[in-house]
Structure formats: structure tokens, C-alpha cells
């Protein structure tokens, strides 16, 4: 028998070693997603800080917005202009400085409207204005020349402002003037054609200031001085040998607008229409004086008269026609002085002399002469009413409801009121002596003090500042005191002054209390020109 084989029980074989190459890769899976895990939150972290900063840019941007249509619903309305505004829209805190917004009740954002310290009025040095810029206080380069197509008067004006040279000025009114003959010292499109890149002359009237900026010789230092960021104030960067200057865009401008209407913006009475008894009518309806409307007539019918009985000058009186007696006998003629109340006006004569200047009412007499049997010729001369002392009244009411012009719209001119010294050295005829007299007589609004209404027609320059009648007459269709286009600056920010600003310049039309913008430019990429945070 063979015995059955030994076994022996298997033995457990001695394990291996682990290896970690699982472990590891799952932790480098892990650190890998939660790298992408933060990337991609930080990135959408940014996407949302980026939204959030979008967001608000177009907040602040609201903000500066609703600061524009705010101004223009004040200014467009005379209520608002009178009661909420004082009058004063030129420097008034209360109503342009940090203005909130609110939602539910709650602050979402401010707005400041910030104006450049006007030349002509008096405010602290680096100081703003809280309000608005007067566009009719500057030079309308377009108005002048369509007063003086030759572009002579232009040349007049423009040669008188600072810094300015014979041949810019030249160079200025070819650009403007509707010919292509250069001036002595100017430049046509031959000159510009010769450039890079090459352009023409535009011979044309201009539709902003900045257009200067392709004429010869004016620079953008010219035009606008050290004012890099156009906020109107010397700021810490802002820096010049001849000291600040906001250069020629203080004085210059193409937007300011007049239309030929009373202070109610109804039209005014044409005092040169040909019927003379409707002129009449519509006189008295303005309640003028009976003796007023009366010699406005006699002075259509028979013009102006001096000692002679030839056309005067305004700065004839009565002292020149008498001295100190009521008539006087030169050979066949005797010169008496006549009363308006008993002269009977005769309709049937026409209005054969034409009134060039509401000043030709100042200070100017009548002379009707009748012949006699004997031959003798007897001259009565009719002394204007407005030469009383009391006649400030009728003067006032002359000035708003008349005009020796029938056009609804009058080529813009210079608001006396507002306008800087260096503006008004450039109306013609007027000397630095009655600029002189202009400045210490008108209101400084800069500091906040309301306009009287001797101030609201140009008689004041006769009644107050006691300038030349004669002197007026000529410079009558250059000045104004009206003002129906406003240069506004709106910033727009948030309560906390944290986070983005937005800064805003507009030039609104008044329009007869409907408001347009007529210019539209966003100032923020030059900074934000405003800080509330800064100390007053």
C-alpha cells in the first residue's frame, strides 16, 4: 500500500507595499479644482465688482443728467426763475450745491452745478460758482459777422482780447467770412489744403468754438489757457508764467440767441411800421405816456432836429437849442419851445424818418416850422419827455416793449450785465471810461446779489451810468441785458462721495420756456473737476 503523500497547509504569502499614487493624484485633483474653484470665483468676483462699477458709472451719469434737465426746468419757467431761484442764477448755493436724489425716501446719489467765477463778477480766487455761465456775456463770433459781413467789425472786436495777434485775428475771419479773398495777414483754403491732412476754409459760420482749433496760428493754449481740465478754476496741476487763464473760450462763443420779444416773451411793438395810427394804439396799449407815444410820432414824421432845423446829433438838449431862455429870433425865423400836450398829432402825414436806435428817443428834439402871413417862419421845437429826470419809468417800458427792429429773432449781442471787463472794452464806440462806470454801477450777481429791475432793459446805461446818448445809438445793436442761453456743468456722484463721478457740460436754449440743448459734452475723461469732499 502506498502511503498517501505529506501536505502541508499552504503558508499566507507576506504582503507588499502600498503605493500612494492614488492618494496623490486625487489630492492634486482636488488642488487643482479648488485653484479653478478660485480663479473662477475671483474672476466672477471681478465680473461682479466690474457690473457693480458699470452700474454706478451709470448712476453718477443720471445724476449728472437730472442736474442739467433740473437747471433747465428753473430757468425755464419765470416763476421758478423769481421764486425758488431769487433771480439769481448765476451763484446761489442753496439751489446748486449737493442736491440729492432720493428713492423710497432714501439718498441715492447728489448733483452740483458748478460754473467758472465769471471775469466780471467779484468771487474768491480758486473759488467755483454754483450756478450758471451766461452764454450772451462773450463775443458771438457768428452774430458779429452777420452785423458786418465784411468781417471788419469782427476784426475790431477780436484784436482787443488778450493775447491776440493781427494775423490770428485775420486768419479767425477769413475762416468765418462767406469769400475766399485772404485778408493781409489771413488764410484761405489754398493755406489749409497745403496741410496734413489737408482740409478746406469753411467760409461759414461755425458751429462751435473748437473749430478755432483748425485756423492758423490759434492753439489750444490760446483757446483755452491753462484750464486743462475746463472746470474754470486754477487746480494744483494747472500752471502758467502769465498765471491762470481760461483763454478765448472765456469770451467767445456761438450759442447765445436773442429773440426780438418783451420780458413776458411777447413780441414787441415795430415802432418803425408804416401805420402810424396802429403805432400809435399799440403804444398806448403798453401804457406809455400820451405825451411819449405822441412824440414818437412827431419824431417819425419829421425826424430829429438841431438849432438849424437839420438833422441832429443825439447829444443835442435843449440848453443847445435855447441856453436859458425859451425862444430866440434869428432873422425870419423864430425859435420857440413847443409842449407836447398842445400839440394835435395830423395822421394824414406819413412817417417819412426812420428810428434806427430806441436811443434816438433820448435826449432829442422835434422841430415842426409853420410860415405865417407876414412870412415869417416860426420853428417849435419839441423836447423829448424822456429827458425828465422822472422819466426812468417810460424809459423802462420803451426798452421792453419796443423795437426798431421787426424781425422776430435779433443777431445775438453782449449781455452788459453779465459780461467781463475784457468783453465789454470790445463793443464799439464804448470807451474804458464808460466800462469803467458800467462795472461800478451793475450788480455783482457772482456774489449772489439779486438784478434790480433798472437793470433789465440797456436804458440803465443812459439812467444810471450816464453814458452819451450818441454814444448808445451806435453801440445799441451790440448790447443787451437778456440772456436766453446758459452754459451749465452738472457732476454727478454718490452721497458718500465714494465711487465713480461723472461730470456733464450742456448749453440750453431757453426757448421761450420750452428748453432745448443745443450743445451736449461729457467732461469726466478730464477729470473730475469737482470734489464736495474738498473744504469751501
Not at 468676483?45 to 451719469?61: C, M
Amino acid at each position: 500500500m502506498i502511503p498517501e503523500p505529506q501536505t502541508t497547509p499552504p503558508t499566507s504569502a507576506k504582503p507588499g507595499k502600498r503605493r500612494g499614487v492614488v492618494l496623490i493624484a486625487v489630492l492634486l485633483v482636488v488642488t487643482i479644482l479648488a485653484l479653478v474653484g478660485y480663479q473662477y470665483g475671483d474672476l466672477m468676483f471681478s465680473e461682479y465688482k466690474a457690473s457693480e462699477n458699470a452700474h454706478r458709472n451709470v448712476q453718477a451719469r443720471l445724476f449728472a443728467e437730472s442736474g442739467i434737465h433740473y437747471t433747465a426746468a428753473l430757468l425755464a419757467s419765470n416763476k421758478n426763475y423769481v421764486n425758488m431761484l431769487g433771480s439769481n442764477p448765476w451763484n446761489n448755493p442753496d439751489m446748486f450745491k449737493d442736491r440729492k436724489l432720493e428713492s423710497d425716501g432714501k439718498v441715492v446719489g447728489m448733483f452740483s452745478i458748478i460754473a467758472p467765477p465769471n471775469a466780471g463778477m467779484n468771487t474768491a480766487e480758486g473759488m467755483f460758482n454754483f450756478g450758471v455761465l451766461d452764454e450772451s456775456s462773450k463775443i458771438n463770433l457768428n452774430a458779429i459777422m452777420k452785423m458786418d459781413s465784411s468781417g471788419q467789425t469782427l476784426h475790431d472786436m477780436l484784436i482787443l482780447l488778450p493775447n491776440m495777434t493781427e494775423e490770428v485775428v485775420d486768419a479767425i475771419v477769413d475762416w468765418l467770412d462767406s469769400d475766399s479773398d485772404q485778408r493781409s495777414s489771413g488764410a484761405e483754403t489754398s493755406y489749409y489744403l497745403g496741410q496734413m491732412p489737408a482740409y478746406r476754409a469753411k467760409n461759414g459760420p461755425i458751429d462751435s468754438i473748437d473749430e478755432l482749433l483748425l485756423v492758423r496760428g490759434v492753439t489750444r493754449e490760446l483757446l483755452y489757457g491753462s484750464d486743462v481740465n475746463r472746470n474754470g478754476i486754477q487746480d494744483a496741476n494747472e500752471t502758467a508764467e502769465d498765471g491762470f487763464s481760461r483763454g478765448w473760450s472765456a469770451f467767445l462763443t456761438v450759442h447765445s440767441r436773442e429773440a426780438n420779444s418783451d420780458s413776458d416773451g411777447k413780441a414787441t411793438v415795430y415802432l418803425n411800421n408804416t401805420d402810424l395810427t396802429q403805432l400809435n394804439v399799440l403804444l398806448l396799449d403798453k401804457e406809455l405816456s400820451d405825451d411819449l407815444v405822441k412824440y414818437i410820432t412827431m419824431y417819425r414824421q419829421y425826424g430829429p432836429a438841431s438849432t438849424s432845423g437839420s438833422t441832429q446829433s443825439l447829444g443835442s438838449t435843449l440848453s443847445a437849442l435855447f441856453g436859458r431862455s425859451s425862444s430866440s429870433t434869428t432873422g425870419n425865423t423864430t425859435t420857440v419851445q413847443g409842449k407836447l400836450a398842445d400839440y394835435q398829432v395830423k395822421y394824414t402825414r406819413s412817417g417819412r424818418f426812420k428810428i434806427e436806435s430806441i436811443f434816438d428817443i433820448i435826449g432829442s428834439a422835434v422841430s415842426i416850422s409853420t410860415t405865417g402871413k407876414d412870412k415869417k417862419v416860426v420853428k417849435t421845437i419839441y423836447a423829448s419827455p424822456l429827458l425828465d429826470n422822472g422819466a426812468g419809468e417810460q424809459i423802462y417800458k420803451l426798452f421792453n416793449f419796443t423795437s426798431p427792429i421787426e424781425d422776430a429773432e435779433l443777431a445775438a449781442r453782449i449781455n452788459v450785465n453779465t459780461a467781463p471787463r475784457e468783453v465789454l472794452l470790445t463793443i464799439p464806440e464804448i470807451t474804458e471810461a464808460d466800462v469803467d462806470k458800467v462795472l461800478n454801477i451793475r450788480a455783482n450777481m457772482g456774489e449772489g446779489e439779486e438784478l434790480d429791475s433798472i437793470f433789465l432793459t440797456p436804458a440803465w446805461l443812459f439812467t444810471e451810468a450816464g453814458l452819451n446818448p450818441l454814444t448808445l445809438r451806435k453801440a445799441e445793436k451790440y448790447v443787451t441785458t437778456r440772456t436766453q442761453v446758459y452754459r451749465v456743468q452738472s457732476v454727478g456722484y454718490f452721497d458718500n462721495n465714494k465711487g465713480p463721478s461723472v461730470r456733464l457740460e450742456a448749453v440750453i436754449d431757453m426757448n421761450h420756456g420750452r428748453p432745448r440743448i443745443v450743445s451736449w459734452r461729457d467732461l469726466t475723461e478730464l477729470g473730475r473737476g469737482y470734489d464736495p469732499s474738498a473744504p469751501p
